[in-house]
């Protein structure tokens, strides 16, 4: 086996059994970013050979502040499957996930392929539509610490996903108020301007930075934009539900 698919299977099984392990870059500090991508497809690839199915990717570190807390000037993006996804209006256990926290974003709904340098307009010509999301954060690593290579390798944190109701992609997402709600109270409230400015803007980098892995976003797959407030931590008993300005609500509940 070579290193990173050993590390692949390292990161895969503590994503699989729900079990914290150390940095990577604890034992390898020269770990790189690109490395860190090989990693995360062949961790991926190990699900969907349990029987997984791609359905779409996620965008991280969207956040100016995010990206200068951590030391880069790119963001990074996961891969999502069809066994990360949580029923709108549906249960979360606890037992799949090491320390979840959950955070609002904005979900693009594919028509067409896109991939590499496209501009605003192109890429929303390519979006069929556009809904409110949570999206599960969940770091394998102790503590939920981790160096950019770390949380790159492990999908960037993302674990779980859930999707409100698709609205038409006329919608202007670019400044929609939000407020994140546990058990009926407000949590977290912000914009989706906090989004790069406009959520729009995620889009186009995800198209970039999927085609340098020789990929696209394929029609009919999901693309999330980014966390839009803090993340919340989660706990069993909670009842969690954002509501985002014209497009509508999407929560779940939390059960042990």
């Not at 499957?81 to 979900?107: C, F, I, K, N, Q």
């Not at 999901?222 to 300005?245: E, P, S, W």
Request: hydrophobic fraction near 50%; proline fraction near 4%.
């Amino acid at each position: 086996m070579s290193g990173l698919a050993a590390l692949a299977e390292t990161v895969d099984t503590a994503a699989h059994t729900a079990t914290e392990i150390p940095q990577l870059t604890d034992t390898l500090p020269d770990l790189t970013v690109d490395d860190a991508y090989g990693v995360q497809a062949l961790s991926l690839a190990r699900r969907y050979a349990r029987g997984e199915r791609r359905v779409g990717m996620k965008m991280g570190l969207t956040s100016r502040a995010k990206m200068a807390q951590v030391g880069v000037d790119e963001m990074i993006w996961g891969r999502l499957t069809d066994a990360m996804r949580v029923e709108e209006g549906g249960t979360l256990s606890l037992a799949r996930y090491v320390h979840p926290r959950v955070e609002p974003e904005v979900a693009f709904l594919m028509a067409r392929p896109l991939a590499g340098e496209v501009s605003p307009a192109e890429a929303m010509d390519a979006v069929e539509a556009v809904a409110p999301a949570l999206e599960i954060i969940d770091s394998r690593y102790a503590n939920f610490k981790f160096a950019l290579a770390d949380v790159v390798a492990d999908n960037a944190s993302s674990s779980g996903f859930v999707v409100g109701g698709w609205v038409p992609k006329t919608v202007d997402v670019s400044n929609l108020g939000i407020v994140l709600e546990v058990d009926g109270r407000p949590v977290q409230v912000g914009s989706t301007a906090a989004i790069l400015g406009n959520p729009v803007r995620s889009l186009v980098a995800a198209a970039r930075l999927v085609a340098r892995w020789g990929e696209r976003l394929e029609a009919g797959s999901i693309v999330l934009a980014g966390g839009a407030t803090a993340a919340h931590a989660l706990k069993a008993g909670m009842a969690v539900r954002c509501q985002m300005q014209t497009l509508g609500s999407v929560g779940f509940s939390v059960v042990a």
